[in-house]
């Protein structure tokens, strides 16, 4: 009498960035964004849900630690999934299931709330792990919305625009896919983790405040971003890397000058984290002065330390080598614990190169680690026993034995 599935989700970095709501409780934007959603072999939220009729009580888990469900976005998420099923009740068993309990087990296999998009994985992972269990067919892209924003962008793969939407009840305010994972052949996404600690301002409390006090803001919402967005679709409409790369490291530095205009500021990026882009900015500098644009490297901030990179397959081992060089690791990582994800090894650098790395040298471990990993697809279906959460014949989180591996 119980019904379980299993899922995982990506997470999704903004190269047009989402920030500022029209509407808090509908989570409802000031403007459209664009993302790419990253592979789910590096990172992802992965989820369980049992419904049954012998549990006593609604039940969650995240993290390995019981959490309260009154949590009003995981409501939000779970009476509207509810509510399209009860549409269905007509068909045989869905109506007596939505009264049955229900048990969510969930966990990241990457730092949750560190500016990693933690929440955009799990959401999507939630809402779609729902959508599942309760025979949910259809665009859930709105639903995953009013959990966290960004979420909807992790329903989809590839690049995926998240529509801001005109109505005041946000029914056009969905994600959509606007190129597959393959657009850009070849792509490797290098994420250089300054920080994997909880930031001091949530993204939801820093929208607020930038809403409220910026004046910079004003001018993003009506000019810049609209404009910038335009153009970010031609660039990958026509493949322009040179032009997606200029304009996704404009759009990150203008997010961060609001959150900087913002009173008081919200400051997410760190020393570090300008090391890396007056780093990246300079790599680039060298491969424009040699023809080489389509080797271009571009980075993005989401509202945290850690830099996201995009680089071309062709540069990738040249670029690890030079962030090795120029933010060495602590003396007790080696290089299988410093870049993490695909394995890869690094190149040797260029004269030049190296007098780069040289000139922005920093001390060991200012980068704690990198993870290599490239663009992916949309929420997965896992199937067979052990790859769930929660014991199948009680319900619960599944006993990790003394190697932390779940039986």
């Not at 299993?6 to 459209?32: F, H, M, Q, S």
């Not at 600690?197 to 949530?202: A, E, N, Q, V």
């Not at 695909?342 to 920093?362: C, F, H, M, N």
């Amino acid at each position: 009498m119980m019904k379980t599935v299993t899922c995982t989700a990506p997470v999704n970095i903004a190269v047009i960035k989402y920030w500022g709501k029209r509407d808090e409780t509908l989570i409802l934007p000031l403007n459209d964004s664009i993302s790419f959603t990253l592979s789910q072999d590096e990172m992802c939220a992965k989820t369980t849900i049992s419904i049954s009729p012998t549990f006593k009580e609604d039940k969650f888990w995240l993290n390995g630690k019981e959490e309260s469900l009154e949590n009003p976005r995981i409501q939000n998420c779970l009476k509207e999934v509810r509510r399209r099923a009860s549409k269905r009740k007509h068909e045989s068993g869905v109506e007596g299931t939505l009264n049955w309990h229900i048990h969510i087990c969930s966990k990241n296999n990457f730092p949750t709330a560190a500016g990693l998009a933690s929440s955009a994985a799990g959401y999507a992972c939630l809402v779609y792990a729902l959508g599942q269990v309760y025979g949910i067919e259809g665009d859930l892209s709105s639903v995953a919305r009013q959990g966290s924003g960004s979420a909807c962008r992790s329903i989809y793969g590839g690049l995926v625009q998240w529509y801001k939407g005109e109505e005041d009840d946000g029914t056009d305010s969905v994600a959509q896919s606007i190129a597959p994972p393959e657009h850009f052949p070849d792509l490797r996404v290098v994420i250089c983790v300054a920080n994997d600690g909880r930031k001091k301002t949530g993204s939801t409390i820093g929208m607020r405040r930038t809403v409220l006090t910026s004046r910079l803001m004003q001018y993003r919402i009506q000019e810049s971003v609209i404009s910038r967005t335009a153009a970010m679709k031609k660039a990958i409409k026509e493949k322009d890397w040179s032009k997606f790369c200029d304009l996704t490291m404009a759009d990150s530095n203008e997010m961060h000058a609001v959150c900087q205009d913002t009173s008081p500021p919200c400051v997410y990026m760190n020393d570090t984290s300008h090391t890396v882009a007056a780093l990246i900015h300079q790599y680039n500098d060298v491969k424009t002065t040699s023809g080489n644009v389509n080797h271009k490297v571009c980075y993005t901030f989401d509202a945290g330390p850690n830099a996201c990179l995009f680089v071309p397959g062709a540069v990738v081992g040249e670029l690890l080598g030079l962030l090795m060089r120029a933010f060495p690791p602590s003396p007790t990582q080696n290089t299988d614990t410093y870049i993490t994800g695909i394995p890869i090894q690094p190149t040797d650098l260029t004269r030049e190169l190296k007098s780069l790395a040289e000139e922005d040298g920093q001390p060991t471990g200012k980068l704690k680690y990198l993870i290599h990993t490239k663009i992916g697809d949309g929420p997965r279906d896992l199937t067979g026993s052990s790859t769930s959460l929660l014991d199948l014949s009680t319900g619960l989180p599944k006993q990790e034995d003394g190697n932390g591996v779940s039986p």
